[in-house]
């Protein structure tokens, strides 16, 4: 495990000069206590403030986005089984994106924490790129000191309500998937979606298609290719099955 020996001496030097209670609060913030203070300080030095960027926390950042994404991955695999590789994905690249890491560091604060060379202040530097690049920094430098245990509880506490939040986005944006796993909680079936009719030449057709579950059929509804269709009849299924809210009603 690193020391505070082991890092270069910039660093070293910034430890030195480093308020104790600013430690304290960082650590406060982020939940976790560093056996390694070094690491902590390095987390936070911006490769703008030393001379030599294996001084930063460039390297940090490269490892807390790798054990970000398998941390994700793994909730995602484990809580959302009935969710396909592609609907997966669609939220796994949404929660890890630089936008989420930096809505998440703001909401810590993590970013005023951040050495950084003086063309680097600025409101803007330091709510986007930088800000997403500090969380991952973090998450390296708690995966480095404690391990993957206390790297993952890390990483799900400050994205647990943003894990459920995508996965009602998502079951809400793709009709099918929620019209499937509602028939099978509700009917033990699975629905099928029969093609009614197309219209159109070849190069710009419009197809209708209607849910059928256990011989029960649903209000059918056209679209421009039959994924469209499906997912616009599913929506119909959603809504006379109470599902969902007519918005007309």
């Known amino acids: 495990m690193p020391t505070t020996n082991s890092l270069p001496w910039q660093v070293c030097r910034w430890l030195v000069n480093m308020d104790k209670a600013i430690l304290r609060q960082i650590e406060q913030t982020i939940g976790y206590k560093f056996s390694d203070k070094g690491l902590l300080v390095k ?135 929620l019209l499937q796993q509602h028939s099978q909680e509700q009917f033990t079936a699975t629905p099928s979606y029969m093609l009614l009719d197309e219209k159109g030449p070849d190069h710009n057709k419009c197809f209708e298609l209607e849910v059928v579950i256990s011989d029960r059929h649903f209000p059918s509804a056209w679209g421009s290719n039959k994924k469209e269709a499906e997912q616009k009849a599913a929506y119909n299924a959603l809504i006379e099955l109470g599902v969902l809210k007519n918005p007309a009603g």
């Open 43 to 177: 987390a936070f030095t911006h490769s703008s403030a030393v001379d030599e960027r294996l001084s930063s926390n460039e390297r940090l950042e490269f490892l807390g986005d790798a054990v970000l994404a398998v941390v994700i991955c793994q909730a995602l695999f484990e809580n959302f089984t009935d969710y396909l590789e592609g609907d997966l994905t669609k939220i796994k690249s949404k929660l890890v994106s630089r936008e989420t890491c930096a809505q998440i560091s703001g909401q810590l604060g993590l970013q005023k924490f951040l050495k950084v060379g003086k063309g680097m202040v600025s409101n803007r530097a330091l709510s986007g790129s930088l800000a997403a690049g500090v969380l991952e920094t973090v998450i390296a430098a708690i995966y480095i000191d404690g391990g993957f245990d206390a790297a993952r509880e890390f990483i799900l506490r400050i994205f647990g309500s943003l894990i459920e939040q995508s996965d009602a986005e998502q079951a809400q944006g793709n009709y099918k998937s």
